[in-house]
């Protein structure tokens, strides 16, 4: 329960100072913002902060799906109140004042004329993949880069922010682009090419990093093999996050602590 709270109080602080931080200032506002509440909340949720992370990190067999609907569902009504807040935040700001309002994605504001749905699509994919990916390299991959991944990834989105910004607002998460949407009534035209574009990415990541560096130990091709599970085992580990009856030793135990036994258990041998 814990972890829960402290993903929706991420994000809703996330959402604020990002939608309220001025154009000029706004890549480096979103990036600096988005590492300190990652520092903050990692030992706690793993600061994931991003439904397309939890999601693309599920995929890939290193986080169980019911943990994933939970914290998709707080991640994005953290960011709903966080548009909700700075409603009241922001002088001009009203409930339902449509395109236009603070932390939109809409092309009134974030979206430029120039471009495209498909380059929407393209530029909201191409920077989602960044993101994740520096995710996956340095705080899934093993050994990692341990407490620097949270500015690593502030960086990744900085950097985007200030690339493909320009052309699209640089959203690179589903629930910044929902809580606007749903207190402001903004972005009705393209909110949904933003989240296909960051499904597209979240899956697209997992699948490189699948390629390169294996699949996750929840993922049943995996677990059966490395647990001699079932399938049918494999597939419960897989949506619980919890080990068999028959495989725990305590009631406590969770799927961390047989990975640990087996690695102990092939170095013994």
Same mark, same amino acid.
């Given at each position: 329960?814990?972890?829960?709270?402290?993903?929706?109080?991420?994000?809703?602080?996330?959402?604020?100072?990002?939608?309220?931080?001025?154009?000029?200032?706004?890549?480096?506002?979103? #990036?600096?913002? %988005?590492? +300190?509440?990652?520092? $903050?909340?990692?030992?706690?949720? @793993?600061?994931? /902060? &991003? =439904? *397309?992370?939890?999601?693309?990190?599920?995929?890939?067999?290193?986080?169980?799906?019911?943990?994933?609907?939970?914290?998709?569902?707080?991640?994005?009504?953290?960011?709903?109140?966080?548009?909700?807040?700075?409603?009241?935040?922001?002088?001009?700001?009203?409930?339902?004042?449509?395109?236009?309002?603070?932390?939109?994605?809409?092309?009134?504001?974030?979206?430029?004329?120039?471009?495209?749905?498909?380059?929407?699509?393209?530029?909201?994919?191409?920077?989602?993949?960044?993101?994740?990916?520096?995710?996956?390299?340095?705080?899934?991959?093993?050994?990692?880069?341990?407490?620097?991944?949270?500015?690593?990834? #502030?960086?990744? %989105?900085? +950097?985007?922010?200030? $690339?493909?910004?320009?052309?699209? @607002?640089?959203? /690179? &998460? =589903? *629930?910044?682009?929902?809580?606007?949407?749903?207190?402001?009534?903004?972005?009705?035209?393209?909110?949904?090419?933003?989240?296909?574009?960051?499904?597209?990415?979240?899956?697209?990541?997992?699948?490189?990093?699948?390629?390169?560096?294996?699949?996750?130990?929840?993922?049943?091709?995996?677990?059966?093999?490395?647990?001699?599970?079932?399938?049918?085992?494999?597939?419960?580990?897989?949506?619980?996050?919890?080990?068999?009856?028959?495989?725990?030793?305590?009631?406590?135990?969770?799927?961390?602590?047989?990975?640990?036994?087996?690695?102990?258990?092939?170095?013994?041998?």
């Amino acid at each position: 329960i814990v972890s829960l709270l402290v993903e929706s109080i991420g994000v809703m602080f996330f959402q604020i100072l990002g939608a309220t931080a001025p154009r000029e200032y706004a890549p480096a506002v979103n #990036g600096v913002a %988005l590492a +300190v509440w990652i520092h $903050s909340s990692a030992n706690i949720s @793993g600061g994931h /902060l &991003n =439904p *397309a992370v939890t999601l693309s990190i599920f995929a890939c067999g290193f986080f169980p799906l019911i943990h994933t609907v939970l914290y998709i569902f707080l991640q994005v009504a953290g960011a709903i109140i966080g548009s909700l807040i700075t409603s009241g935040l922001v002088p001009s700001a009203e409930v339902h004042m449509g395109n236009g309002g603070p932390g939109c994605f809409d092309r009134k504001g974030a979206v430029s004329s120039e471009i495209t749905d498909w380059q929407l699509f393209g530029w909201e994919t191409v920077m989602t993949f960044t993101l994740i990916s520096c995710v996956y390299a340095c705080g899934v991959a093993k050994p990692g880069h341990g407490s620097h991944t949270p500015l690593a990834v #502030g960086l990744s %989105l900085l +950097v985007c922010a200030a $690339s493909g910004g320009q052309y699209t @607002g640089a959203a /690179l &998460n =589903p *629930a910044r682009v929902i809580g606007p949407l749903a207190v402001f009534f903004c972005g009705t035209e393209v909110w949904w090419i933003y989240i296909l574009g960051q499904i597209a990415a979240a899956l697209g990541a997992c699948c490189i990093f699948a390629f390169v560096s294996g699949l996750g130990p929840l993922n049943p091709q995996v677990s059966v093999r490395m647990f001699d599970l079932s399938w049918r085992e494999a597939i419960w580990v897989w949506i619980m996050g919890s080990p068999p009856k028959r495989l725990r030793i305590t009631d406590k135990d969770n799927i961390f602590d047989m990975i640990l036994r087996t690695g102990l258990k092939n170095t013994s041998d």
